[in-house]
């Protein structure tokens, strides 16, 4: 069965509340995220606002490529994991928690390096988003 083409769209970045630091730090969620993509996610997220276009675009990536679901430890939600590349040059992976009321225009990401140094990015600019293919399983 061939996969679907990969989904593009941009986002815009977003000084987020600063807690991604602390969350990407707890044991249990940074050895959830080396399964789930395959790296040592960097301390933080990036995170990304989606316009209208974007979001619609995420909507159907999320929908042709369910992502990796991370089952949380007791007093955690769960969340899915979904591989991407920004501005075409770095592996990086989505993080959505699965919660009611989460915000549809924001995108949080994790990668091995500090995606704001390497890829030179300020609030404000717009970064390019590729979703690929990352098969619907479960990690703990």
């Known amino acids: 069965m061939t996969q679907p083409e990969p989904i593009e769209f941009e986002g815009i970045v977003n000084a987020g509340l600063g807690e991604g630091a602390r969350f ?60 991407l590349w920004l501005a ?13 009321g989460y915000p549809a225009d924001k995108l949080e990401i994790v990668a091995p390096v500090a995606l704001r140094e390497a890829l030179g990015l300020r609030d404000g600019n717009r970064v390019r988003v590729r979703v690929a293919a990352l098969g619907p399983t479960t990690v703990s």
Do not use: S
């Open 88 to 100: 075409g040059r770095v592996r990086a992976a989505a993080v959505v928690p699965e919660v009611d």
């Open 24 to 83: 990407t730090a707890i044991d249990w969620v940074g050895a959830a995220l080396r399964r789930a993509t395959g790296f040592d996610p960097w301390p933080g997220t990036l995170n990304l606002r989606l316009d209208e276009t974007a979001q619609r675009a995420w909507q159907r990536a999320q929908h042709l490529y369910p992502g990796i679901v991370i089952d949380p430890a007791p007093g955690f939600c769960p969340a899915r994991c979904h591989l």
